[in-house]
DNA sequence: ATTATATCCTAACACAGTTAGGTAATCAAT
DNA sequence: ATTGATTACCTAACTGTGTTAGGATATAAT
């Protein structure tokens, strides 16, 4: 039979695709193993069990949500760049919906890999908002504010939360203006 | 045999502190008739499967969390309110992180009854925000702001995001006056 | 060419959810 | 109190999922 050399990147990019298909909820060690023409036993050459491929798939999206938002922030500053952020972190999780829930399946603290993976989403929002103040424990302060805003609107409009009259585009823009004012009045002095 | 005529309530509550007591990736109909002293099988004279015990969970917890979000509010205006709200909130999801957890894993346009729960809770958030404007839309608007802060930074610091030296009692309590700031220029004229 | 390594396989197991069909405890009606 | 209907619970079996053990063979190294 002839062999075709998989990798652990090649099995998690499918496993990916596979999750944002059909749902994260119905990845199963048999379907990834089936689109990559093997048996499902095979998949342990690759992978530990079904544990590791949940934290290298929460991995995954936290370095694709990553680079997404690094892109958004590049050449912007202070209220452009944080309404361009919003733009692009709502973008990714709207386009991802399945791979942006893989990132909160797994606790971080069960993987040095996912705690640095979210060390850099971190640290893009804290180098932005270091533009307001020096003062570092602000920073972290305003970077966990704004974290929360992002994931707690996203994370709530998945569920099914929002379904008022009202737009949830404009909603978000709002709140992101709002956030950027409170930014600019209590830090811009 | 000795029947000993369980409920549906019962089976519920049952499941509920087995969730709490061993974290929501671990519940099993197997342990859960254990506790009850039945058979697996004899669950499906109580629930339809486990799918609908997933929706029943998520519904309790949504509604212990409205009660104690609820009483947190009582005889309390504008931004005492608001910051007894998050305090409540805060304390049941540390309390009851797995039920909190619960809350998230279904998706609620899967049931009537899951939507209703939601609402009760932003019920609460939107009669006290409207003690800010009569503009029903901006309530809304800062309704699904507070949510998504509240939600955000508990969902953010349970997964393990929240690892840096300073405070994380501090930082929301900042956030939340921060907030109540925001409010009181932007709409209290 | 021979050895060694690593990829993939078959086979089997444990355990989870689910269904079908049966038994017996409870309840309602006479 | 006896009957009949209901229903709580059971046993047994099936499917699907994750996992392990041990074997075969393609590839790479010598």
Redesign the pocket.
């Known amino acids: 039979?002839?062999?075709?050399?998989?990798?652990k990147e090649v099995v998690v990019k499918e496993a990916a695709l596979l999750v944002e298909e059909t749902g994260c909820k119905n990845?199963?060690?048999?379907?990834l193993?089936d689109r990559l023409?093997?048996?499902?036993?095979?998949l342990?050459?690759?992978i530990?069990?079904?544990?590791e491929l949940y934290v290298l798939l929460s991995n995954l999206a936290l370095k694709q949500l990553g680079a997404a938002v690094s892109n958004a922030v590049k050449e912007k500053k202070r209220g452009e760049a944080i309404r361009a952020i919003s733009v692009a972190y709502r973008n990714y999780a709207k386009r991802n919906p399945e791979m942006y829930h893989m990132i909160m399946k797994v606790p971080h603290s069960h993987s040095e890999q996912l705690v640095n993976a979210g060390k850099n989403v971190k640290a893009i929002l804290f180098e932005l908002l270091s533009q307001y103040t020096a003062d570092q424990a602000k920073v972290i302060c305003f970077s966990r504010y704004y974290h929360s805003i992002l994931h707690g609107f996203i994370s709530l409009e998945q569920a099914g939360f929002f379904d008022d009259a009202i737009s949830v585009d404009e909603s978000l823009s709002n709140i992101v203006d709002n956030f950027i004012e409170q930014l600019e009045s209590s830090l811009s002095n």
């Open positions: 039979m002839p062999r075709q050399g998989l990798s990845l199963t060690l048999h379907k193993a023409n093997i048996k499902t036993a095979s342990y050459t690759h530990s069990g079904i544990e």
